[in-house]
């Protein structure tokens, strides 16, 4: 078994085997840029550890070769006291994963090589550099200790962290470049006693046994308990292993005419083409980016050596064009010698990724096909959010995490209860936890935003305000919250109850006071109030471009979720073709209840029958609205479906209303019937009681007047010169016999309304029930069409109250990784999504041309909308705001 490549024999394709890293290493070896030497150690390796406990037969040897070729190609052997050859010993998976261990520089340093290091860096220069060339050497053996000892002996990091900070402070200085050779000297020294306190050891002195132990260190990191759970959580298989890349050192660190830097193609921010980067000379490793010194752009080492900014420049540009897209490097120049350290096809923000794509697209190197799939739904999302408008002089007071996206302003509450009681007075809140926890979910429901000082992007507070759509930054640790005070502390400011403070859901960034907030130019567009042809906003018109392309790729439609005109028309404008799904009990609320009322309450038929009279009219003017604004477009109305004591007062408080009312001596026999009716239709499980087709079934005439309601709207539309296409869907169904006995009564009610008018009326039904998924074929004889309702079939096929699971325990499931997502957020293809494979193929089965659609919240999720289209759906219908979000996903699940 080959277990060990060297960089000349890899390539970018073979990421699988040989790790991001290594196989992009590789791959710019072979272009011919300047890598250092080096080799990869393959996932197989790992994964053969993993498995045995012990490195594979064959793997000492395969290293020990590759390493003499290295020694023999360098010059130099591993460790030689005299003249050393150090390397790195880096990680590299398929996937860059949180919680796998790093990297450790300058291996192969010792009590003795330090020495030679030394002289190697000295040799042939003047005197004064042969005392940087001594700092130089001891430096790096600290930096080696304190990165073994880390990451390889799990020594806690801040030890050694305080032991250099004592050692800066007893010099009087914040910066690591004054502590001078004997200061570090005695550095290594401290380090050495931490090592040896830590592990029960001394610092291995052995060259090859820090190898050794690197390497392995590696491959065990690889298990880590934060790469696991993240790993279950991304559904990244857990046995692909990691690569290990030994790489010969070269060194930033040598002078000033040495350094260390990041480049990108590209703004990884905005996507303008350009120079972008941090350099910072006389600096190794991760320097840079620990922002321990400051660095300076990357366009100022044009100043500083020309020659190797020139020579980056065009490696910059070969790389790009050469993995067309935009490429994040890692470089290092020792003493005016450039070299290439790292490149990857580069992160980038939500608006660079569309801008990049346009870009690449006008240069030709990636056609209109590509150009999709390097966007995706998630991204536009994103740029659809209000944002603040920050041009003027806001500074965050603090920065935790974007745990979920948008701009909220409003007045700091740190109780749930007092979140309810300031939102009922229509003011707007921010609700400031140290953590929440499932008794602030009034409170949660009731802010603009969520803001905690602890906690990451799985908190309770980031779970359930994703799930709820609502704005939070998670874990702003620089907070002090302070809930008995109602108040915090942050950066020298006090903030208390009242006070007003700017949360941005995408950034994770804090501001005191009111930034203003504007709507997004991407909503703009969408909206049609902003040109894609007329501006020269690169952002808008790359949206345009690319949604463009989407449209014409697509096969799935996209409708959308809508109850009243307004609604309607905005979708429409986003890009519905139709409704998916109206639903009508709001129609029954308002100035309405007092009917509905009657009608639960009615003692006779002829009292029913004249409340149902009573709310025709205004259901009829409803639908009307409704189809103008969908004119010619399908939309489908779903009769009512929740239970009809939703629409009756609470109980607890009608009992205490009428027990006042009898101690006054009042009359309170109408309340009393009340009551008793309340009485009489408490359900212990009202999603699972009286309710969609059971109440058509069970309350005479109430399905018969929505569906009067709805062919007469029609007829009316197309009596004055519109066009209605209505669907009636019956909820809830679980038998076919259910919807037979519904469907009698309304074609009869339908035949009689529409006449000869021309008006067509189709009945379908909602799958949202596991019995009428595991049954379609039955009842597809009955339907016209199906929409799966993604929200009820999830509840009723995991058995998970939806209103009640997200806030009581989907955090733990998520920090087990039992699922990455939430099943409410995302469909769950194996389970929920095979009740849908199984409905749409016994349903098309049944009746060939069987329309079918899904009009769950899942419908403007982007991974459920590819899953949608694989089981050959034809539409999704989502909330208006996601519609654009799944035209775009619609038309990447076709390329
Ligand atoms: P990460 O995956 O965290 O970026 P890397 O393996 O890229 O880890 O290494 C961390 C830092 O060390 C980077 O700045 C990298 O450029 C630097 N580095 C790694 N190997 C070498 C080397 N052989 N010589 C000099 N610097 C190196
Ligand atoms: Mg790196
Ligand atoms: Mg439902």
Same mark, same amino acid.
């Given at each position: 078994?080959?277990?060990?490549?060297?960089?000349?024999?890899?390539?970018k394709?073979?990421?699988?085997?040989?790790?991001g890293?290594?196989?992009?290493?590789?791959?710019?070896?072979n272009?011919?840029?300047?890598?250092?030497?080096?080799?990869?150690?393959?996932?197989?390796?790992?994964?053969?550890?993993?498995?045995? +406990?012990?490195?594979?037969?064959?793997?000492?040897?395969?290293?020990?070769?590759?390493l003499?070729?290295?020694?023999?190609?360098?010059?130099?052997?591993?460790?030689d006291?005299?003249?050393?050859?150090? /390397?790195?010993?880096?990680?590299?998976?398929?996937?860059?994963?949180?919680g796998?261990?790093?990297?450790?520089?300058?291996?192969?340093?010792?009590d003795?090589?330090?020495?030679?290091?030394?002289?190697q860096a000295? =040799?042939?220069?003047?005197?004064?550099?042969?005392g940087?060339a001594?700092?130089?050497?001891?430096?790096?053996?600290? @930096?080696?200790?304190?990165m073994?000892?880390?990451?390889?002996?799990e020594v806690?990091?801040?030890?050694?962290?305080?032991a250099?900070?004592?050692a800066?402070? $007893?010099?009087?200085?914040?910066?690591?470049?004054?502590?001078?050779?004997?200061?570090?000297? +005695?550095?290594?020294?401290?380090?050495?006693k931490?090592?040896?306190?830590h592990? #029960?050891?001394?610092?291995?002195?052995?060259p @090859?046994?820090?190898?050794?132990?690197?390497?392995?260190?590696?491959f065990?990191?690889?298990?880590?308990?934060?790469?696991?759970?993240?790993?279950r959580? *991304?559904?990244?298989?857990?046995?692909? %292993?990691?690569?290990?890349?030994?790489?010969?050192? /070269?060194?930033?660190?040598?002078?000033?005419?040495?350094?260390?830097?990041?480049?990108?193609?590209?703004?990884?921010?905005?996507?303008a083409?350009?120079?972008?980067?941090?350099?910072?000379?006389?600096?190794?490793?991760?320097?840079?980016?620990?922002?321990?010194?400051?660095? /300076?752009?990357?366009?100022?080492?044009?100043?500083?050596?020309?020659?190797s900014?020139?020579?980056?420049? +065009?490696?910059?540009?070969?790389?790009?064009?050469?993995?067309?897209?935009?490429?994040?490097?890692?470089f290092?120049?020792?003493?005016?010698?450039?070299?290439?350290?790292?490149?990857?096809? =580069?992160?980038?923000?939500?608006?660079? $990724?569309?801008?990049?794509?346009?870009?690449?697209?006008?240069?030709?190197?990636?056609?209109?096909d590509?150009a999709?799939?390097?966007?995706?739904?998630?991204?536009?999302a994103?740029?659809?959010?209000?944002?603040?408008?920050?041009?003027?002089?806001?500074?965050?007071?603090?920065?935790?995490i974007?745990?979920?996206p948008?701009a909220?302003?409003?007045?700091?509450?740190?109780?749930?209860?007092r979140a309810?009681?300031?939102a009922?007075e229509?003011e707007?809140?921010i609700?400031?936890?140290?953590?929440?926890?499932?008794d602030?979910?009034?409170?949660m429901?009731?802010?603009?935003g969520?803001l905690?000082?602890?906690?990451?992007?799985?908190?309770?507070?980031?779970?359930?305000?994703? =799930?709820?759509?609502?704005?939070?930054?998670?874990?702003?640790?620089?907070l002090?919250?302070?809930?008995?005070?109602?108040?915090?502390?942050?950066?020298?400011?006090?903030?208390?109850e009242?006070?007003?403070?700017?949360?941005?859901?995408?950034?994770?960034?804090?501001?005191?006071g009111?930034?203003?907030?504007?709507?997004?130019?991407?909503?703009?567009?969408?909206? +049609?109030?902003?040109?894609?042809?007329?501006?020269?906003?690169?952002?808008?018109?790359?949206?345009?471009?690319?949604?463009?392309?989407?449209?014409?790729?697509?096969?799935?439609?996209?409708?959308?979720n809508?109850?009243? #005109?307004?609604?309607?028309?905005?979708?429409?404008?986003?890009?519905?073709?139709?409704?998916?799904?109206?639903?009508?009990?709001?129609?029954?609320?308002?100035?309405?209840?007092?009917?509905?009322?009657?009608?639960?309450?009615?003692?006779?038929d002829? *009292?029913?029958?004249?409340?149902?009279?009573?709310?025709?009219?205004?259901q @009829? $003017?409803?639908?009307?609205?409704?189809?103008?604004?969908?004119?010619?477009?399908?939309?489908?109305?779903?009769?009512?479906?929740?239970?009809?004591?939703?629409?009756?007062?609470?109980?607890?408080?009608?009992?205490?209303?009428?027990?006042?009312?009898?101690?006054?001596?009042?009359?309170?026999?109408? *309340?009393?019937?009340?009551? $008793? !009716? /309340?009485?009489?239709?408490?359900?212990?499980?009202?999603?699972? %009681?009286?309710? =969609?087709?059971?109440?058509?079934l069970?309350? &005479?005439?109430?399905?018969?007047?929505?569906?009067?309601?709805?062919?007469?709207?029609?007829?009316?539309?197309?009596?004055?010169?519109?066009?209605?296409?209505?669907?009636?869907?019956? &909820?809830?169904?679980?038998?076919v016999?259910?919807?037979?006995t519904?469907?009698?009564?309304?074609?009869?009610?339908?035949?009689?309304?529409?006449?000869?008018?021309?008006?067509?009326?189709?009945?379908?039904?909602?799958?949202?029930?596991?019995?009428?998924?595991?049954?379609?074929?039955?009842?597809?004889?009955?339907?016209?069409?199906?929409?799966?309702?993604?929200?009820d079939l999830?509840?009723?096929?995991?058995?998970?109250?939806?209103?009640?699971? *997200?806030?009581?325990?989907?955090?733990?499931?998520?920090?087990?990784?039992?699922?990455?997502?939430?099943p409410?957020?995302?469909?769950?293809?194996?389970?929920?999504?095979?009740?849908?494979?199984?409905?749409?193929?016994?349903?098309?089965?049944? @009746?060939?041309?069987?329309?079918?659609?899904?009009?769950?919240?899942?419908g403007?999720?982007?991974?459920?909308?590819?899953?949608?289209?694989?089981?050959?759906?034809?539409?999704?219908?989502?909330?208006?705001?996601?519609?654009?979000?799944?035209r775009?996903? !619609? #038309?990447?699940?076709?390329?």
């Amino acid at each position: 078994n080959k277990y060990v490549y060297d960089f000349a024999e890899g390539n970018k394709d073979l990421k699988d085997l040989l790790g991001g890293k290594g196989a992009n290493l590789a791959e710019m070896t072979n272009l011919g840029l300047p890598v250092p030497p080096g080799f990869t150690i393959t996932t197989e390796a790992c994964k053969a550890y993993l498995a045995t +406990g012990r490195e594979p037969d064959g793997l000492a040897e395969q290293i020990e070769a590759h390493l003499e070729s290295l020694e023999r190609g360098m010059g130099r052997k591993l460790g030689d006291p005299d003249d050393p050859l150090l /390397v790195s010993v880096r990680s590299g998976a398929k996937f860059s994963m949180p919680g796998m261990m790093e990297t450790v520089l300058n291996v192969g340093l010792n009590d003795r090589s330090v020495v030679g290091l030394s002289r190697q860096a000295g =040799g042939g220069t003047d005197s004064a550099a042969s005392g940087g060339a001594d700092r130089f050497a001891w430096d790096s053996y600290r @930096r080696l200790i304190q990165m073994f000892g880390k990451t390889v002996c799990e020594v806690p990091g801040e030890e050694f962290e305080h032991a250099i900070d004592e050692a800066k402070r $007893a010099k009087g200085t914040h910066n690591d470049l004054d502590l001078d050779a004997d200061d570090l000297r +005695g550095l290594v020294d401290a380090y050495k006693k931490i090592f040896a306190k830590h592990t #029960g050891r001394e610092f291995p002195q052995e060259p @090859r046994e820090q190898l050794d132990l690197a390497i392995r260190a590696v491959f065990e990191s690889w298990n880590a308990e934060r790469a696991v759970v993240y790993r279950r959580q *991304e559904r990244i298989p857990a046995d692909l %292993g990691t690569a290990v890349n030994v790489v010969a050192m /070269v060194f930033g660190n040598l002078g000033p005419d040495s350094g260390t830097g990041v480049a990108f193609t590209r703004d990884p921010a905005s996507g303008a083409q350009g120079i972008y980067g941090d350099y910072l000379a006389n600096a190794q490793g991760e320097d840079v980016v620990a922002g321990i010194r400051n660095t /300076v752009p990357l366009q100022e080492l044009e100043r500083i050596d020309k020659t190797s900014y020139d020579e980056l420049l +065009g490696y910059m540009a070969r790389l790009e064009e050469h993995y067309k897209d935009l490429c994040d490097i890692e470089f290092t120049i020792e003493r005016g010698k450039l070299w290439m350290l790292q490149t990857r096809v =580069g992160k980038r923000t939500a608006a660079a $990724a569309f801008v990049i794509a346009g870009q690449l697209v006008d240069e030709g190197l990636i056609d209109l096909d590509e150009a999709l799939h390097r966007v995706n739904g998630a991204q536009l999302a994103q740029l659809m959010f209000p944002r603040f408008q920050l041009d003027h002089d806001f500074e965050p007071v603090a920065r935790g995490i974007g745990a979920s996206p948008g701009a909220a302003v409003g007045k700091v509450v740190f109780s749930s209860g007092r979140a309810v009681e300031l939102a009922a007075e229509g003011e707007p809140v921010i609700l400031v936890r140290r953590e929440t926890n499932p008794d602030d979910l009034n409170g949660m429901i009731a802010a603009k935003g969520i803001l905690t000082s602890r906690g990451g992007k799985t908190s309770h507070a980031a779970v359930v305000a994703r =799930g709820m759509g609502k704005t939070c930054v998670s874990g702003a640790d620089e907070l002090d919250v302070n809930v008995p005070a109602k108040k915090f502390t942050v950066g020298g400011h006090t903030v208390g109850e009242g006070d007003i403070v700017s949360i941005d859901g995408t950034t994770g960034k804090v501001y005191l006071g009111e930034v203003p907030v504007m709507p997004s130019e991407v909503v703009q567009y969408f909206e +049609g109030t902003l040109d894609p042809e007329q501006t020269d906003h690169p952002l808008v018109r790359a949206v345009h471009r690319i949604m463009s392309h989407a449209d014409a790729m697509r096969r799935l439609r996209v409708r959308t979720n809508a109850d009243t #005109g307004a609604d309607a028309a905005r979708a429409r404008r986003f890009g519905a073709e139709g409704i998916g799904l109206c639903r009508t009990e709001h129609m029954f609320l308002g100035d309405r209840r007092e009917l509905v009322e009657r009608l639960i309450l009615a003692a006779t038929d002829a *009292e029913r029958e004249d409340s149902l009279a009573a709310l025709l009219p205004l259901q @009829r $003017a409803d639908f009307i609205e409704i189809f103008r604004a969908m004119d010619g477009l399908p939309v489908t109305v779903r009769l009512i479906d929740p239970p009809l004591h939703e629409f009756l007062p609470p109980l607890e408080q009608l009992a205490v209303d009428v027990a006042v009312a009898q101690e006054r001596g009042e009359d309170v026999a109408k *309340e009393e019937a009340l009551l $008793a !009716a /309340v009485r009489r239709m408490h359900e212990e499980n009202p999603m699972l %009681g009286l309710r =969609g087709v059971r109440l058509g079934l069970v309350i &005479p005439g109430l399905f018969a007047m929505q569906v009067r309601a709805i062919a007469e709207a029609a007829v009316e539309v197309v009596r004055t010169g519109g066009s209605a296409c209505p669907e009636i869907m019956v &909820p809830l169904v679980g038998a076919v016999q259910e919807l037979e006995t519904v469907r009698a009564e309304a074609e009869k009610i339908i035949a009689e309304v529409v006449g000869d008018s021309g008006v067509e009326v189709l009945i379908g039904t909602m799958i949202e029930v596991p019995r009428a998924a595991l049954t379609a074929g039955q009842i597809a004889e009955a339907a016209q069409f199906f929409s799966f309702g993604t929200n009820d079939l999830t509840q009723m096929a995991w058995g998970f109250s939806r209103d009640d699971v *997200e806030g009581a325990f989907f955090w733990r499931y998520l920090e087990l990784g039992i699922f990455g997502i939430s099943p409410f957020e995302s469909i769950d293809r194996e389970g929920v999504g095979r009740l849908v494979r199984i409905a749409a193929e016994e349903g098309r089965a049944a @009746r060939p041309g069987l329309k079918l659609g899904v009009c769950g919240e899942h419908g403007g999720d982007p991974d459920s909308v590819h899953f949608f289209h694989e089981v050959g759906l034809d539409y999704v219908s989502c909330s208006p705001f996601r519609v654009p979000v799944a035209r775009l996903e !619609a #038309g990447r699940a076709t390329v």
